[in-house]
């Protein structure tokens, strides 16, 4: 296999997600399967085609006045735009304290 | 009055005419639901209160005899990945058991304001990710036409809503094929519309350069309605761009005649079932008696869309779901003693197998070494595949294609396969890819009678062109 379990522990541990042994075993068989089919791309000579990372922009020329190339809008010069009353903010909180999001400790001592 | 013999455009006019009312649809739909449902599973949550509250209002406007706008009173379902004011999202998932929207997607909205009346949430794959709607951490849909098969997926509740006259119309997304390939399954109309032509504010992101909201309806008269209503910028949205909309409505009655409609060879290829290939040669040959010319066509990257698709996706999904954390709502893990075990944990609990195996992935692909032999290389083929269709439309108005190699399978057919599964979005992908508009319609059925789906792709900004060509092989069918 190509994907190591080192693989999946690093790739999981960026990713925040707990993995039990047993997902982890599915999750490497997984991922090496999927990324075996993905290398094909690898028969492709792409030295000098740009990338693309977002349709948008070539859609320039048909942009409103409103905009520029990225669909960025033009200041709201009123001032900020109103948000959302912490009361309404808050509500989906698995926690607070009715000003702040509340969490467990962030440093261990 | 039924939903069974009503369009979006029928009802509408009875409710105007005061033929029915909306209360009485809407009141129709529930018992529909109540008695469907549970079989079928395409809603997770119902709205009723403000539905029927909206109902009444158009009902009163009709009463005064005030004109009725385009979606008046028309039932509809939203695909639990769009946020609702105080209606539940879960985007399928148990991470979002419990939210509660502060406020309302861009497009809701727009559909609202047209005079729609909500019904609920569609079932779906959990936050998207899926081909069959076996991944929702709820229940599975299953398909109306056959209960043994699948309905397709993501976007499974809304095409089989629409498919069991529990809605008239729903509102789908489509990352990957996640409109057209469930309508296909269902022997109903999907559209997705060019990237930038309908506001993505409010729908929960997967991969936000693929992501597109669009509708799933009886005919493509009733998707032009919604699309003219959805379509648009919106400064909520900095992705919502493009020239002014047009009236689909109205274009819907120019004629095909000289249209040149390309046939791409890499779309007939290996994996094709024998009689998708037979039902989509026969639409092609009658799209030819309705005066188009067909030109063949190559579209040579074709066989590198799925995976280029399944690392920029999850690439774009493994940053986009790191927000669910446990912190501002959704799901917390209890009893985690440090914030970094509280994320663990809550992520552990929340999300399906699928979800994870996708956010591995794609942070995997990110991840320092293997970024350039991967991720760059993904971005770099996505140019060359748009290429390949700006090439092809230089040529011709439109590219016919079937939308999936397949009709239905089973449920359970493909879910320890993962690879098998992303090989069913084979010919919805590339047009993701490129951000091109895309709308499957059905095109005969199978010997087992199950439906059969034809793609119609066009240019950036080119849906008028689709939609007519597609209510053109429409109509032709309906006189057979």
């Known amino acids: ?109 | 009055m039924e939903l069974t013999s009503l369009t979006i455009d029928s009802a509408r006019s009875a409710i105007q005419e005061r033929k029915t009312t909306a209360v009485s649809l809407a009141e129709w739909a529930y018992r529909k639901i109540e008695s469907d449902d549970p079989t079928i599973g395409a809603f997770i949550t119902l709205s009723k209160e403000r539905a029927l509250a909206k109902a009444a209002e158009i009902d009163e406007m009709a009463k005064k005899g005030e004109k009725l706008a385009p979606l008046a009173g028309v039932p509809f379902g939203i695909k639990d990945v769009m946020v609702t004011r105080g209606v539940r999202t879960t985007a399928g998932s148990k991470i979002l058991g419990n939210y509660l929207p502060p406020y309302d997607c861009t497009a809701v909205a727009r559909l609202e304001t047209a005079g729609a009346v909500v019904l609920g949430k569609m079932n779906c794959d959990e936050f998207a990710m899926g081909s069959s709607n076996e991944n929702s951490a709820w229940k599975p849909v299953r398909n109306p036409r056959d209960i043994s098969r699948v309905p397709g997926g993501s976007s499974g509740g809304s095409a089989a809503a629409v498919a069991a006259d529990m809605a008239l119309a729903t509102l789908g997304s489509d990352t990957g094929g996640s409109i057209r390939q469930p309508a296909s399954f269902c022997g109903v109309v999907g559209l997705k519309p060019t990237y930038g032509r309908v506001s993505r504010y409010g729908l929960i992101a997967f991969a936000s350069s693929l992501d597109h909201i669009g509708p799933l309806t009886k005919t493509v008269k009733d998707a032009a309605i919604v699309l003219r209503t959805i379509a648009g910028q919106d400064p909520m949205d900095s992705t919502s761009v493009g020239p002014a909309v047009p009236d689909y409505v109205a274009d819907l009655e120019k004629p095909v005649r000289g249209l040149k409609i390309g046939v791409a060879k890499e779309y007939f290829g290996e994996g094709l079932d024998r009689e998708v290939r037979a039902a989509l040669e026969a639409a092609i040959q009658k799209l030819a008696e309705l005066g188009c010319e067909v030109v063949e066509i190559s579209l040579p990257h074709t066989k590198y869309a799925v995976p280029t698709y399944y690392i920029v996706a999850t690439a774009e999904a493994s940053s986009n779901l790191a927000r669910f954390d446990g912190v501002r709502y959704g799901h917390r893990a209890s009893a985690a003693r440090t914030l970094s075990e509280m994320y663990r944990r809550t992520r552990d609990e929340g999300f399906g197998a699928e979800v994870k195996r996708r956010i591995m992935l794609g942070t995997y692909v990110l991840s320092a070494g293997y970024y350039d032999a991967y991720y760059l290389k993904a971005q770099k083929v996505r140019t060359l595949l748009t290429r390949d269709f700006d090439q092809a439309f230089q040529r011709v108005d439109a590219i016919v294609t079937p939308t999936s190699p397949t009709a239905a399978f089973k449920l359970g057919e493909k879910v320890d396969d993962p690879l098998a599964m992303y090989l069913a979005d084979i010919y919805t992908v590339t047009a993701n890819l490129a951000g091109i508009p895309g709308i499957s319609i059905p095109c005969g059925k199978t010997s087992e009678k199950l439906p059969i789906g034809m793609q119609l792709l066009g240019k950036h900004f080119d849906e008028a062109t689709i939609l007519r060509l597609a209510h053109a092989y429409e109509l032709a069918e309906v006189q057979n």
């Open chain 1, 1 to 109: 296999m190509k994907v190591t379990e080192q693989d999946v522990k690093y790739a999981a541990d960026l990713a925040n997600l707990e993995l039990s042994a047993e997902e982890q075993t599915r999750m490497r068989r997984d991922l090496d399967a999927i990324l075996g089919y993905i290398d094909r791309l690898s028969e492709l000579d792409t030295a000098n085609v740009p990338r693309m990372a977002q349709v948008s922009h070539m859609n320039a020329s048909s942009q409103s006045h409103t905009g520029d190339a990225d669909g960025s809008r033009e200041d709201i010069h009123e001032g900020l735009r109103k948000s959302l009353p912490h009361s309404v903010a808050l509500q989906n909180a698995p926690d607070s304290d009715g000003i702040f999001f509340k969490v467990p400790k962030v440093i261990e001592r």
